[in-house]
């Protein structure tokens, strides 16, 4: 059984660019999340897609948005970048009625 | 979702027993208590989850008293490699669409000493 996998690993970019991240969910999950972790702060939570509809958002600008596809990987696309968008950006995975989610290890966004 | 609130960090020497407490007075009838661990640089791993009483897996136990107002997440005989932080969780998660929306806050620092 694989875990959730996540690419790229570290990205630096530059303000006002747009960036894709990528995320492969763990086999027989059909519900994706992604969150924002700040330095020294716990994840919040971005949005989740269940049968590539997006079912849940917090609070974040259009800028951010996301896909998911057939075989239930995902993307997070965030358009304009800013310099607060600096953060590790984790991926999770769950299948519906279950009670955990399982965390890829995330991606490490720098905004320069 | 119900708020929690948890030490910000703690120290413990290697062996030793550690208990970390979550309040959460604010607890629905339909929410349950979940616990995640985290390494940096790494995403969250499940630990433990329950709904009242007591649960125990192979790595940890779950304390919750009748009014469900607080939870104790206790690890036996830490080693250093339990250095993380660990994040009490509250919520009607996993019942339906919409619902995986895990609120984390900032979490307990474990620091476990030689």
């Known amino acids: 059984e694989t875990g959730v996998t996540q690419s790229p690993t570290h990205l630096i970019k530059t303000r006002g660019q747009q960036v894709t991240l990528r995320c492969s969910s763990q086999?027989?999950?059909?519900?994706v999340s992604w969150y924002q972790q700040a330095l020294g702060q716990g994840p919040q939570f971005i949005f989740q897609?269940?049968?590539?509809?997006?079912?849940g958002r917090g609070n974040f600008p259009p800028r951010f948005s996301g896909l998911q596809f057939p075989n239930y990987s995902s993307e997070l696309n965030v358009n304009a970048l800013e310099l607060d968008d600096s953060a590790l950006y984790l991926c999770?995975?769950?299948?519906?009625?279950?009670?955990?989610?399982?965390f890829g290890s995330g991606t490490r966004l720098t905004v320069v | 979702l119900a708020k929690t609130t948890q030490p910000i960090s703690m120290d413990s020497y290697e062996g030793q027993e550690v208990n970390i407490t979550c309040s959460h007075n604010?607890?629905?009838?339909?929410?349950?208590i979940t616990w995640y661990q985290q390494f940096p640089s790494q995403g969250p791993r499940f630990i433990i989850q329950?709904?009242?009483t007591k649960v125990t897996n192979e790595v940890a136990s779950l304390f919750i008293p009748a009014d469900r107002k607080s939870s104790t997440l206790s690890l036996p005989r830490v080693s250093l490699s339990d250095t993380a932080v660990y994040y009490c969780?509250?919520?009607?998660?996993?019942?339906?669409?919409?619902?995986?929306?895990?609120?984390f806050g900032k979490g307990t620092k474990l620091s476990v000493i030689p």
């Open positions: 604010n607890i629905a009838t339909n929410d349950y």
């Open positions: 999770a995975s769950s299948l519906m009625g279950d009670r955990s989610s399982t």
């Open positions: 329950g709904y009242k």
């Open positions: 969780l509250v919520g009607d998660i996993g019942t339906g669409a919409g619902s995986y929306q895990l609120t």
């Open positions: 897609y269940y049968r590539e509809e997006e079912n």
């Open positions: 086999s027989g999950h059909n519900t």
